[in-house]
């Protein structure tokens, strides 16, 4: 019996050795210095892409590795979305980090851009790199611009940040040309062999013009062999590495890590994806469907007792479904405000004012306006690719409504003959149910001023109209504009034909919040204003500032048409007031200085505040390469620097000036006029 004891007993110390022993190696593990952080940049380029690249980033300052390796397998993305990405990168040119490349399939428009960004490219046998052509994404796909001046200038733009790319690599010649190829296809190059001054064969790739040129000059041309065919230029993993594109071909990642870069593949960890990240892609693919159960759920709340579970998924589904176009870079806070001014002005035409079509009428326009403005890039179009897709974008509104009545239709039909969901449909009126018209014969009898005054029960929500009991009869009645309640005393104020006003009886709960939580309600609503501008928070405190004003109009008219209006007033002039005061008047208060040059003491803050020469920004001149709201980049002698203003706004291409250096912030301010309001 010992014996097993001591056995048992070994055994146990033996396991707990053993699981000591993996731990340390693990430990040991994870003491494996990581030289490279391997970026996926795959499928379409969006807000999750920079977000993902930001991350990896700041991942790679706090490890210090030496390498950060895009893997590219993409058909392209958003032009905003590839520019922040290329801002970031440059961020880290002189931080003594390599940025490469490595293709697996295919880089071509946006993910080309990102390619030639890099310090070095490496491919994939397979893969292609190029069509770098900006093209427009409307709800029918992707399309070429139409062939007019602003694609022309769009080009040219285009054509020199490629240019600019690539001279910063330090890459002349026949590459300046190919990439010039693969942003404009109506450029046609070649490669040629010809004979210089002195007899010697010279090797060039040339556009049409320059060919020309040397014909002209009665240059002997050897060969000349057009490169392209399909347009805008795409090369092979061969053809980019025989112009110098490429630095590289390997059949793996962890061969282009071994032999390209001399890494060792097992010190390269990749960055995933995290929750948040993948959200925003999920958001955008599922927009329509949030967009058709938002509007479902808010139409169903018509139907039932009180604001409950329906309106409040309604507003939670179509809030999300505004948000992803804000991610995305669609939407901005106009547009997400007013998307909800348009909800409130309807939900005023069914509860408050129905009838009288103008709150319903403005309503719709401003609901339409915002789903369409947040499906695009532009306001009004100014081409004819720019026409279309605001034709795409009506006709995919018009696809939302049908199903949105479908939808509607079909579970009005349904949720009646549901176990317990039926509970929550409001009934129709006694009379409505039977037929019988004693209802109205009673009111036209009492015209003479019998029920004037008279004192009964609400039997449903007043919203405003709605059923009351009066001495156990139903009658048909509406009150002047509040809500009232199932249960409440209500007290007949006037009769008109068949039309029966009531009001709360005195002591009587109306439902209405008070008008000093309405009013603190307000002040949140501009205290979230305030914030949005002053705090990063990826439209967050919009989405909440939005919530806030809307909810807090819309019970304002539960007190009447003139409380209503006079909330909804308030918001109309608080909201810009507000926003220009922010901009204007409080930056240049204390407590707005304090907002916009002090914050935590991060970790990685203080590192970055002690990088050598970041004071020698104080007092130069340079140009905003983005729009600053308040935080974007800069250009100082040829370098993209992180900056942030006062408060103020300022539009991209506006001169600017360092007045400050705090910590690891540098605030810059117009030297002119050209600020945007």
């Excluded at 059949?251 to 925003?280: C, F, R």
């Excluded at 009351?468 to 009150?479: N, Q, R």
């Excluded at 009531?502 to 603190?520: D, Q, Y």
């Amino acid at each position: 019996m010992l014996t097993r004891c001591w056995i048992a007993l070994w055994l146990v110390l033996s396991a707990c050795l053993a699981v000591d022993s993996a731990r340390a190696q693990r430990a040991a593990d994870d003491r494996t210095p990581v030289e490279a952080l391997v970026v996926p940049v795959h499928g379409a380029i969006g807000s999750s892409t920079v977000a993902l690249v930001r991350r990896a980033i700041g991942e790679a300052r706090d490890l210090g590795v030496a390498w950060i390796v895009l893997d590219i397998d993409t058909p392209g993305g958003l032009v905003h979305s590839m520019r922040e990405v290329e801002s970031l990168l440059a961020s880290m040119r002189d931080s003594g980090v390599s940025i490469v490349s490595y293709v697996r399939n295919q880089a071509l428009s946006a993910g080309g851009y990102l390619s030639l960004a890099c310090r070095e490219t490496y491919m994939s046998p397979g893969a292609v790199l190029g069509a770098i052509t900006p093209i427009e994404i409307g709800p029918q796909g992707a399309r070429q611009i139409a062939d007019d001046d602003a694609r022309r200038k769009m080009l040219s733009a285009f054509k020199a940040d490629v240019r600019s790319l690539l001279e910063r690599r330090g890459k002349t010649g026949d590459l300046l040309v190919l990439a010039e190829a693969m942003v404009d296809p109506r450029m046609r190059v070649f490669e040629v062999t010809y004979e210089d001054e002195g007899g010697a064969d010279v090797v060039r790739v040339v556009g049409q013009e320059e060919l020309r040129g040397l014909e002209n000059r009665g240059v002997v041309i050897r060969s000349q062999h057009e490169l392209g065919l399909s347009t805008p230029l795409t090369l092979t993993a061969d053809e980019a590495r025989r112009f110098g594109f490429s630095s590289g071909t390997f059949d793996t990642l962890q061969l282009a890590l071994q032999d390209g870069m001399g890494v060792d593949p097992n010190a390269a960890v990749k960055v995933e994806s995290s929750w948040s990240e993948t959200t925003v892609d999920w958001l955008e693919s599922m927009k329509l469907i949030l967009f058709v159960f938002g509007f479902i759920l808010l139409l169903v709340e018509v139907k039932t007792p009180g604001f409950a579970v329906p309106g409040a998924l309604g507003v939670l589904l179509l809030a999300l479904g505004m948000f992803s176009s804000y991610l995305v870079g669609l939407a901005e806070w106009t547009e997400i405000m007013l998307f909800f001014l348009g909800v409130i002005l309807i939900g005023v035409e069914i509860f408050v004012m129905p009838g009288t079509i103008i709150a319903g009428a403005a309503g719709f326009i401003a609901l339409v306006a915002a789903l369409v403005l947040s499906q695009q890039s532009f306001v009004v179009p100014v081409n004819e690719t720019q026409a279309q897709i605001l034709t795409d974008n009506l006709l995919s509104l018009l696809f939302l409504l049908l199903l949105v009545i479908v939808g509607t239709a079909i579970v009005w039909k349904v949720l009646p003959h549901v176990p317990v969901l039926n509970r929550v449909m409001l009934p129709p009126p006694a009379d409505a149910r039977t037929g019988d018209a004693n209802a109205t014969t009673r009111i036209e009898a009492s015209i003479g001023g019998l029920l004037v005054g008279r004192q009964g029960r609400a039997r449903t929500d007043l919203r405003p109209a709605g059923v009351m009991d009066l001495d156990g009869e139903p009658i048909d009645v509406v009150t002047e504009g509040g809500f009232v309640e199932s249960g409440s005393e209500v007290v007949v104020v006037d009769v008109s034909g068949n039309r029966v006003v009531v009001a709360p009886a005195s002591g009587s709960e109306s439902g209405a919040a008070s008008i000093p939580w309405l009013v603190l309600l307000l002040v949140v609503g501009f205290a979230l204003v305030v914030a949005e501008i002053f705090f990063v928070s990826a439209g967050i405190l919009s989405i909440l500032a939005a919530v806030t004003l809307v909810s807090t109009v819309f019970m304002a008219f539960s007190h009447g048409q003139a409380i209503g209006f006079s909330f909804l007033a308030a918001c109309a002039i608080g909201v810009p007031v507000t926003v220009f005061y922010s901009l204007r008047v409080l930056p240049r208060t204390r407590f707005g200085r304090v907002l916009l040059l002090s914050g935590p003491e991060h970790e990685h803050v203080t590192r970055a505040a002690e990088e050598p020469g970041i004071e020698r920004y104080l007092g130069q001149f340079g140009r905003a390469s983005s729009d600053l709201r308040p935080a974007g980049f800069a250009i100082f002698d040829g370098k993209r620097v992180d900056v942030v203003t006062r408060g103020e706004m300022i539009e991209s291409g506006t001169d600017v000036r360092v007045v400050a250096v705090e910590g690891n912030r540098v605030v810059v301010a117009a030297t002119n006029s050209n600020q945007a309001p």
